[in-house]
């Protein structure tokens, strides 16, 4: 079994003292050892970071952005390896882990604009002689913490940006499948990055704390679950830090009477079950407004809950891998039982399933529940797998109520053909990302992501214009050439026109 190796100053190292282990979820086994760094390793990847910065934040943001259209390239041309390697210690689908690259290589393509993006605010003449203007500066050595879901696009998110803004980053990718963010991580080095401006240390709560409590590291950005995303807000934060901490979801979608229906139920299979609703923006609650829209919903769904396609991530034409791990296939079990006993009817049960050749897969099969009320755990709670809870409401305003009093407000999305209706809920619902008949609302990259309540902390989302922001300080300067023949005199009132 393999070793995968941190990546710090440019080398391809490995501490081995404590080590996990890595799965291929599709076959059960455990299929590489990846090191949990330590506070020296962390040290060494931050000590590399400040030395490459002084050069790197000197560099023109034109010579920047002329690595990331070679990085993007790499991207392209590496395309079915790094999908394989995904998909391998991951389960989702190829085409899914390809599909999560395009929208990772779309980061890069807006971290391109550097030159663009990075430009000013200027005003002449402000005063007499006084021109004054708005510099947007890097903020130095930044960290990154992903979670195992993404592992491609969410480091996407962050270090393209964090790097062309000419910050020097070091990123802490989940521990369950590092490869493929690993070999991406290679590829940008080969694309001509300065050793140094990009590590990649492995690890687990050791290595984030020694991130978040080194004075060197001036922001972390972090994608997760709430539960840490609020523990690295609250601690990054108490040290001074900039924190962006994005966390869970329990993403709602509303049908109304006047949907189309066939298209809904087509939307809904994707982003429910897609990916094993391993995805923070996986639909996981159907609202419906009428009991006739639920009945007509439960049983359009449940033949094609029945029908998915699901074996090992790497083999082609499937709908769904297994889960992440064992662990996370239990829990999700878990929570059937859990709604069962709650008393919400258990309309596709996916427990038990067996993919022939990969007995030992942490395979699960579509799950649909119905008659789900809010006070039970299957709605209140993240299951983050492929289980459907459909909700039964009576109106539009019960729908939205039911949304903005959940304690999560990542994504949302309506399902309808009254654009009245679909005004007032894009105007009123307390969701960061809404879609109107678009089930998976996630923004492209030069808009940015994030969503509201707990799932996210911080002022900024992601990536896009507020990742610019996120990764840069302004700095604001007024400055004045006086005309040589004239003597100003002292002004000690405050400076005005
Ligand atoms: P996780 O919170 O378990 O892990 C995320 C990262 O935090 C990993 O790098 C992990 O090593 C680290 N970590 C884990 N425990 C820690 C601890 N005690 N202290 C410090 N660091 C710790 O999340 P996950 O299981 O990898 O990912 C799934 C979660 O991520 C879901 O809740 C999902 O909704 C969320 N997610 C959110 C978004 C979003 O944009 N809002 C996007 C993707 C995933």
């Given at each position: 079994m393999s070793l995968i190796p941190h990546l710090i100053n440019g080398e391809l190292l490995s501490d081995s003292a404590r080590t996990a282990d890595v799965f291929n979820p599709s076959t059960g086994q455990a299929i590489h050892k990846v090191p949990l760094a330590d506070r020296a390793t962390i040290q060494q990847a931050i000590d590399a970071a400040s030395a490459a910065y002084p050069a790197w934040r000197k560099t023109p943001a034109a010579k920047r952005a002329q690595v990331m259209f070679r990085f993007k390239q790499l991207l392209e041309q590496n395309e079915s390896r790094i999908a394989q390697l995904i998909s391998e210690e991951h389960g989702k689908t190829l085409e899914d882990a390809a599909g999560e690259l395009k929208r990772g290589i779309e980061n890069v393509e807006f971290a391109c604009a550097a030159p663009e993006i990075l430009k000013g605010e200027y005003s002449r003449n402000v005063g007499p002689n006084i021109d004054a203007w708005s510099d947007f500066q890097p903020l130095g050595?930044?960290?990154?913490?992903?979670?195992?879901?993404?592992?491609?696009?969410?480091?996407?998110?962050?270090?393209?940006?964090?790097?062309?803004?000419?910050?020097?980053?070091?990123?802490?990718?989940?521990?369950?499948?590092?490869?493929?963010?690993?070999?991406?991580?290679?590829?940008?080095?080969?694309?001509?990055?300065?050793?140094?401006?990009?590590?990649?240390?492995?690890?687990?709560?050791?290595?984030?704390?020694?991130?978040?409590?080194?004075?060197?590291?001036?922001?972390?950005?972090?994608?997760?679950?709430?539960?840490?995303?609020?523990?690295?807000?609250?601690?990054?934060?108490?040290?001074?830090?900039?924190?962006?901490?994005?966390?869970?979801?329990?993403?709602?979608?509303?049908?109304?009477?006047?949907?189309?229906?066939?298209?809904?139920?087509?939307?809904?299979?994707?982003?429910?079950?897609?990916?094993?609703?391993?995805?923070?923006?996986?639909?996981?609650?159907a609202v419906c407004v009428g009991d006739q829209v639920a009945d007509a919903l439960v049983s359009k769904l449940v033949p094609q809950i029945k029908a998915l396609k699901i074996g090992a991530g790497t083999s082609c034409g499937l709908d769904m891998g297994p889960l992440v791990t064992g662990q996370h296939r239990d829990k999700v079990s878990g929570y059937i039982e859990d709604g069962v006993a709650a008393g919400a009817s258990l309309i596709v049960d996916g427990r038990g399933l067996s993919v022939a050749g990969n007995e030992e897969g942490f395979f699960l099969g579509g799950c649909l529940f119905d008659r789900v009320t809010p006070e039970m755990r299957i709605y209140k709670e993240e299951i983050f797998g492929p289980v459907l809870c459909v909700v039964r409401v009576n109106s539009l305003e019960e729908a939205m109520q039911l949304i903005n009093d959940h304690e999560y407000g990542n994504g949302t999305c309506i399902f309808t053909r009254d654009g009245e209706a679909a005004r007032l809920f894009c105007d009123e619902i307390e969701v960061g990302m809404v879609g109107v008949n678009v089930p998976l609302p996630v923004p492209v990259a030069y808009h940015s992501f994030g969503g509201w309540k707990r799932s996210l902390f911080g002022d900024l989302h992601a990536y896009g214009p507020d990742g610019v922001r996120f990764y840069t300080r302004r700095k604001a300067i007024t400055q004045r050439w006086p005309q040589r023949a004239s003597h100003e005199a002292s002004q000690f009132a405050f400076p005005s026109l």
């Open positions: 050595v930044v960290a990154g913490i992903t979670p195992f879901n993404f592992p491609a696009m969410v480091p996407l998110w962050m270090y393209p940006l964090a790097i062309v803004c000419g910050n020097c980053f070091i990123l802490k990718p989940s521990e369950r499948d590092p490869s493929s963010t690993l070999l991406i991580a290679q590829l940008l080095l080969e694309a001509g990055l300065p050793k140094g401006v990009l590590s990649v240390v492995h690890g687990d709560k050791a290595a984030v704390d020694a991130l978040i409590e080194a004075p060197q590291v001036k922001a972390l950005s972090f994608v997760g679950s709430t539960p840490i995303a609020e523990y690295i807000y609250a601690e990054g934060t108490r040290r001074g830090k900039r924190v962006q901490a994005l966390g869970g979801a329990k993403n709602h979608a509303v049908l109304m009477p006047d949907a189309d229906l066939d298209n809904a139920v087509s939307a809904l299979m994707g982003a429910a079950y897609g990916s094993c609703g391993e995805r923070c923006m996986a639909i996981s609650v």
